[in-house]
C-alpha cells in the first residue's frame, strides 16, 4: 500500500510543476466563458487509460507498465509517504480551483512520462484525478487481501 502511495507522489512531482506553468499560460488567454473542456484525443485517450483498472474474471484489462523513475523503493516510511500525500493533494485541490474558467484544454504539457508525448492541460488534470484513484483502488484491494 504504501509503495501505491509513493508512486503518486513521484507523479505529482512530476506533474504538479508542469500543469501550474499550463495554468500560468492559460491565464494569458481569454477565459472559457460558458463552453465546455474539451479533451484533445492524446489527453483523452492517456486520462481513459489511467483509471482503475478493471479485473474480469480474475483477469486485469489496461494494465501500463510503470517507467522506472516512477516506481518507488520497498522501504518506506509510511507516515513520511502519507505526509507527502497529503500535501500533494492539497496542492493538487488548490490547481483545479484555480483552473476553473481557464483555457486550460488550451495550453500544451510535455508528459513527464513519454518522451515527445504532448497533451491540453484540461487532460492533465483530468489525467492525475484519475490516476489517483487508479491507485488508491489498488492500495484498497491489497489491504483487503491482508484482513481476515
Not at 503518486?8 to 494569458?28: D, F, K
Not at 487509460?49 to 510503470?66: A, F, H, S
Request: glycine share 6%; net charge positive.
Amino acid at each position: 500500500m504504501a509503495e501505491c502511495v509513493a508512486h503518486l507522489n513521484l507523479t505529482s512531482a512530476a506533474m504538479v510543476p508542469r500543469i501550474r506553468a499550463a495554468l500560468v499560460e492559460a491565464r494569458a488567454m481569454p477565459p472559457i466563458g460558458t463552453r465546455a473542456y474539451r479533451a484533445g484525443a492524446a489527453g483523452w485517450l492517456l486520462a481513459s487509460m489511467m483509471g482503475p483498472v478493471p479485473v474480469v474474471l480474475g483477469v486485469k484489462l489496461g494494465k501500463v507498465r510503470t517507467p522506472p523513475p516512477f516506481v518507488p523503493g520497498s522501504e518506506l516510511p509510511r507516515p513520511a509517504v502519507v505526509a507527502e500525500c497529503r500535501r500533494w493533494q492539497e496542492e493538487e485541490v488548490a490547481l483545479l480551483r484555480d483552473a476553473v474558467g481557464l483555457a486550460i484544454d488550451r495550453v500544451s504539457i510535455l508528459s513527464p512520462f513519454a518522451a515527445n508525448v504532448r497533451y491540453d492541460g484540461y487532460s492533465s488534470l483530468r489525467t492525475v484525478v484519475r490516476h489517483e484513484l487508479r491507485h488508491l483502488v489498488q492500495a484498497e484491494r491489497a489491504l483487503a487481501r491482508l484482513q481476515p
